[in-house]
């Protein structure tokens, strides 16, 4: 009991160190908030067009509101995702030796980012909670059409929070052993935008393409809880596509600490 609370007490500070922060740079939750209406406005746009070109009312099951409301969830998933900047300033620790701090104190290298990641990211949660909400308020029936599938929504969401970051994770310490990696997570970035559903609902995508995803962990980020909440996924699939999630957070989370304590026999802690 007293390491548990050990660890809550560290890393709880660590959260609301960063919550003080966060309400430093407000501007960044407006810029987010911008960033998915106006990307919710484009799509609108472009998938309008594609609908009255077409002449039809339904595209692979999703009508033109159906994908409206696909989209912008994606949208705020896919930032509150997101931990590429967090991954950004882990690379550069390992790159220019500060590191070190990590190894002579009791603090966990992957559990302090993470619990970095969520404190910046705060102020994201309750601007999109907010969103969320007014969406469900004003456009009855659109989303989330049982309190069931709010709790689904949730709980496939936290999952996906913690496997994104689990994922980058791996990446970054490939930084132990190249001397440029930043290349590659923003690479993910840009392809996890499109492979993860964040931009068009996977069920768009060819049956070969998708054969090949259903062996990565790209569906468990945001398609599956978009899915979920929109009602476009059967209650009967639920915990088996949970349990597969859950799967790839454990297996990311055992590879990325089995190439950790590789890549620090090989750590020399220049600069530091």
Known sequence: MNMVNRFTAKYSAVIR????QALEYKANSLVGTFAIISGVFIEYLLWKRIFLTRGVSVINGFTFGDLMVYIF???????????WITSLEMITAIREGELNKYLIRPISFFTYHFMLFIGYNSLFYLVYFFMIAGMIIFFPGWAFPSLLNIAG?????????????????????????FGEVRALIIAYNLANMVLSGQMVPLRFFPDSVLKILRFTPLPYLVDLPVSIATGNLPVERWWTESL??????VAMTFIGLVVYREGIQRYEGFGG
Request: proline share 0%; net charge positive; aromatic share 24%.
């Open 17 to 20: 160190m960063t919550w003080i």
């Open 73 to 83: 969830l994606s949208l705020v998933v896919g930032q509150l995702k997101s931990s």
């Open 153 to 177: 929504f949730l709980g496939t969401l936290i999952i996906s929070v913690y496997l994104s970051y689990s994922v980058y994770f791996v990446m970054v310490c490939f930084a132990f052993w």
């Open 244 to 249: 597969h999630s859950l799967f790839w957070s």
